[in-house]
């Protein structure tokens, strides 16, 4: 079975996948197989109140076994050291494979005391800085564009937030962005080489080597925070955010902030959303809109960041 890496675990997984990510040498965290799962017989915990065709996006709920999720096309039980899954009537490998890097392992984590933020980062200078910003907020646009600076991807759409010995770590994403089409043009990929999210979605799959990026694999302290906001006609600007305003942001962009409460974890959270906020600047970004101002404002970015990070 390979072995696959992701967010700086071996991962064993008995299927192909559409993202590029690299094979593993090291025994696995997490081994991941079909089960045969019966959807438990207690209440659940959470129900989104989010979905598509009359189901919700994702259900949860607590079993003797471990943590019980239903997503849209498939079912998974999430336990320290293996995730089981069982698929509807219509398989969909794709829509798995992406729920698997993304909601399941943002829960996954969420349960073990980290916690999960809609961020992309880049390393500078041996620190983790984050973008964070909405699903079409341009996190992912930006930190592909300061890729072609020389920074190091380090992990995109998720970054996952922990406590380390000596602070607040951000655990590596895997290999790869996920790129909206207009993306893909500006940053001049072949759209046409490259693997869709899904065969509905129109997101393509850039691997770090495509983007010509290095990749960090490892575990990085947190370094800064920003807040990327589109403005039309305006000038680049940074606003740094006193330290309340710095924890709000954080807890808004983090994964699924009614999940979290309805399972009892939001204390946990919070004592780390509030350290991460004391100990790394957060700063407001405001970028020109519109891709042909892209490569200036991330020549600028990068250059602010190395200076700021020496």
Same mark, same amino acid.
């Given at each position: 079975?390979?072995?696959?890496?992701?967010?700086?675990?071996?991962?064993?997984?008995?299927?192909?996948?559409?993202?590029?990510?690299?094979?593993?040498?090291?025994?696995?965290?997490?081994?991941?197989?079909?089960?045969?799962?019966?959807?438990?017989?207690?209440?659940?915990?959470?129900?989104?109140?989010?979905?598509?065709?009359?189901?919700?996006? #994702?259900?949860?709920?607590?079993?003797?076994?471990?943590?019980?999720?239903?997503?849209?096309?498939?079912?998974?039980?999430?336990?320290?050291?293996?995730?089981?899954?069982?698929?509807?009537?219509?398989?969909?490998?794709?829509?798995?494979?992406?729920?698997?890097?993304?909601?399941?392992?943002?829960?996954?984590?969420?349960?073990?005391?980290?916690?999960? #933020?809609?961020?992309?980062?880049?390393?500078?200078?041996?620190?983790?800085?984050?973008?964070?910003?909405?699903?079409?907020?341009?996190?992912?646009?930006?930190?592909?564009?300061?890729?072609?600076?020389?920074?190091?991807?380090?992990?995109?759409?998720?970054?996952?937030?922990?406590?380390?010995?000596?602070?607040?770590?951000?655990?590596?994403?895997?290999?790869?962005?996920?790129?909206?089409?207009?993306?893909?043009?500006?940053?001049?990929?072949?759209?046409?080489?490259?693997?869709?999210?899904?065969?509905?979605?129109?997101?393509?799959?850039?691997?770090?080597?495509?983007?010509?990026?290095?990749?960090?694999?490892?575990?990085?302290?947190?370094?800064?925070?920003?807040?990327?906001?589109?403005?039309?006609?305006?000038?680049?600007?940074?606003?740094?955010?006193?330290?309340?305003?710095? #924890?709000?942001?954080?807890?808004?962009?983090?994964?699924?902030?009614?999940?979290?409460?309805?399972?009892?974890?939001?204390?946990?959270?919070?004592?780390?959303?509030?350290?991460?906020?004391?100990?790394?600047?957060?700063?407001?970004?405001?970028?020109?809109?519109?891709?042909?101002?892209?490569?200036?404002?991330?020549?600028? #970015?990068?250059?602010?960041?190395?200076?700021?990070?020496?």
């Amino acid at each position: 079975m390979p072995l696959y890496r992701a967010y700086g675990l071996a991962l064993d997984y008995p299927e192909a996948l559409q993202y590029p990510l690299p094979l593993a040498a090291s025994r696995p965290a997490i081994t991941i197989r079909p089960a045969d799962l019966r959807v438990p017989a207690s209440d659940p915990c959470f129900v989104s109140p989010w979905g598509w065709q009359d189901v919700p996006s #994702i259900t949860v709920r607590r079993c003797p076994e471990g943590l019980h999720l239903q997503l849209y096309s498939c079912d998974y039980l999430l336990r320290a050291d293996s995730i089981g899954y069982r698929d509807w009537p219509e398989p969909d490998p794709d829509l798995r494979a992406t729920q698997l890097l993304g909601a399941v392992m943002s829960v996954w984590f969420e349960a073990n005391g980290a916690a999960a #933020i809609h961020a992309s980062s880049v390393e500078v200078n041996g620190r983790a800085v984050l973008f964070l910003a909405s699903q079409s907020g341009g996190k992912s646009t930006l930190a592909a564009g300061l890729t072609r600076c020389g920074l190091h991807l380090h992990a995109d759409d998720v970054a996952i937030l922990q406590r380390t010995p000596t602070g607040i770590g951000v655990r590596p994403g895997f290999a790869a962005m996920r790129l909206w089409p207009t993306s893909v043009e500006r940053l001049s990929l072949d759209a046409g080489s490259m693997p869709l999210v899904h065969p509905r979605a129109e997101k393509r799959i850039a691997s770090a080597k495509r983007l010509g990026a290095s990749f960090t694999d490892r575990v990085l302290p947190l370094g800064e925070v920003f807040l990327p906001e589109r403005r039309e006609n305006a000038a680049l600007a940074m606003q740094p955010l006193p330290g309340s305003a710095s #924890i709000i942001e954080l807890v808004r962009h983090s994964f699924s902030a009614r999940l979290v409460e309805a399972m009892g974890w939001q204390p946990g959270r919070m004592s780390l959303l509030a350290e991460a906020a004391a100990r790394a600047p957060v700063t407001r970004l405001t970028v020109p809109d519109g891709l042909n101002h892209l490569d200036d404002a991330c020549r600028a #970015i990068a250059a602010r960041l190395r200076e700021g990070m020496a």
